[in-house]
């Protein structure tokens, strides 16, 4: 639906930044009886320690120096080691940059009250999965410490959300997980979907097709989907905050280092969670899994989105820079209505023609998923691609969204002006500059609606 954003372990390490933040809360004191400089080895220390513990699966290595006394910090650190030995990652290596010092700290996940004297340490992890993603990626959290017993010991972990081209709450720190991989798809559960062999199947099948109708262009090595029929975990993983009316969600990834996130210019691979509780209902987990896939291999394909802030004192919330929404979701759906009939996207475009729901030009990004307009939307995205597909055939549907989508639009050009440049720099289009009514292709795209 929307888009924004493992096997056996072998770990050559994962990376950390290591800087220190002010957070709100009451400042530490520590700094009058402790050198700054003195704080950063300690913790740079023990992120070499926890590292050192990952490379040689060792868990009491990774618990040392957690605070023993705080039940719920260490069964959250025993999650999370044991989930990360369940997937396989590739070429990650440790690294702690320089911070600023410790200054202040609060309450993180585990603690709702702090001593004096806590410390807090923003703390990167950047992880490339093996046979999924291009390059690392990055997950930011707080560490807090606190001297005990004359060590400097952790006492709470939290995530750092102020990034939004980092992930936060991944599955495999939240949830006991089972993973499978099977071909190249990697599955993963949290243990609410029955007969999940079943479901790893259908996402193998699900990667062939799409692959198969993807035509060589370029692609992902592999896909990482997620599994759940829990609505609370479906809407927190990888914190995208999904609504509870999709059926799932494909989050890119951002290529990130110790300092430094969007280095490749290029999305570096995504992240899958599919919403199980709708997908079994509807008796459609393979088209769900077909449309989120179509989402992940058209990143390797799709510039980076831009977010632009409003001009100062301006109304608004800004301007994007990204693919036109119609097209993303509307060619997944093609994708995913692919060898079926696709009756319930053709009794949409007829309902929505009767209710009067088609407007002079395609919806823009910013009120794609408006709830009165979001069923239209879709069934209109895909009813574009299939026109293309039943007058040109497959491959020139395909060539129209892949110059689509590898070119972002500015949010007031992401409909019609968008389809048309594609179009005329396909040379599927006479004129350069047309608009709605005097475009053929817009009207025999509208009569071919009236004919469904």
């Not at 023990?46 to 490379?55: G, K, S, Y």
């Not at 690392?136 to 939004?164: C, H, K, Q």
């Not at 006991?176 to 062999?197: I, Y």
Request: proline residues 5%; hydrophobic residues 40%.
């Amino acid at each position: 639906m929307l888009t924004r954003r493992r096997a056996l372990f072998t770990f050559t390490g994962s990376v950390f930044l290591l800087s220190g933040c002010r957070l709100p809360g009451v400042l530490t004191g520590v700094e009058k009886t402790r050198d700054a400089t003195d704080m950063q080895a300690d913790v740079k220390h023990f992120i070499e320690r926890r590292n050192a513990a990952l490379r040689s699966r060792d868990e009491q290595a990774w618990l040392a120096d957690v605070d023993t006394s705080n039940a719920a910090l260490m069964a959250s650190q025993k999650l999370h080691f044991a989930n990360l030995r369940k997937f396989k990652w590739e070429t990650l290596q440790l690294s702690s940059g320089p911070g600023s010092g410790p200054l202040a700290a609060e309450p993180q996940r585990h603690t709702k009250t702090l001593p004096q004297n806590v410390d807090g340490f923003k703390v990167r992890m950047l992880s490339k999965m093996a046979g999924v993603d291009e390059a690392s990626s990055a997950s930011d959290f707080i560490y807090l410490f606190t001297m005990m017993n004359g060590r400097y010991t952790l006492i709470d972990v939290g995530p750092d959300t102020d990034n939004y081209r980092a992930t936060y709450d991944s599955p495999w720190e939240l949830t006991p997980l089972t993973v499978a991989k099977r071909g190249d798809v990697v599955l993963a559960t949290d243990g609410s979907v029955p007969d999940f062999d079943t479901y790893v199947k259908v996402a193998t099948r699900a990667s062939a097709e799409v692959r198969r109708d993807w035509l060589g262009n370029p692609a992902p090595s592999g896909f990482a989907l997620f599994l759940t029929r829990r609505p609370a975990s479906y809407k927190k993983w990888f914190g995208a905050g999904t609504p509870s009316w999709s059926e799932g969600v494909e989050i890119p990834l951002h290529g990130a280092t110790t300092d430094k996130i969007d280095v490749t210019g290029h999305y570096v691979g995504s992240r899958v969670v599919v919403n199980m509780e709708i997908a079994i209902k509807a008796d459609n987990p393979l088209g769900v899994m077909k449309h989120e896939i179509t989402h992940a291999i058209s990143t390797a394909v799709q510039p980076i989105d831009i977010e632009l802030s409003p001009v100062s004192g301006a109304p608004g919330t800004g301007l994007s820079l990204s693919a036109p929404r119609w097209a993303v979701e509307g060619f997944a759906r093609y994708i995913e209505n692919r060898g079926t009939p696709a009756a319930g996207d053709r009794w949409v475009i007829r309902d929505g023609l009767a209710k009067g729901l088609l407007r002079a030009d395609l919806p823009n990004n910013e009120h794609f998923y408006d709830d009165k307009y979001r069923s239209f939307n879709y069934s209109l995205g895909w009813s574009l691609f299939q026109f293309i597909a039943e007058a040109k055939g497959h491959a020139t549907a395909l060539k129209v969204y892949v110059e689509l989508v590898s070119r972002a639009s500015f949010g007031n050009m992401q409909g019609s002006d968008a389809l048309f440049d594609a179009l005329y720099r396909l040379k599927l289009q006479r004129d350069a500059f047309v608009t709605t009514r005097s475009s053929l292709f817009w009207q025999q795209w509208t009569a071919f609606l009236h004919r469904m």
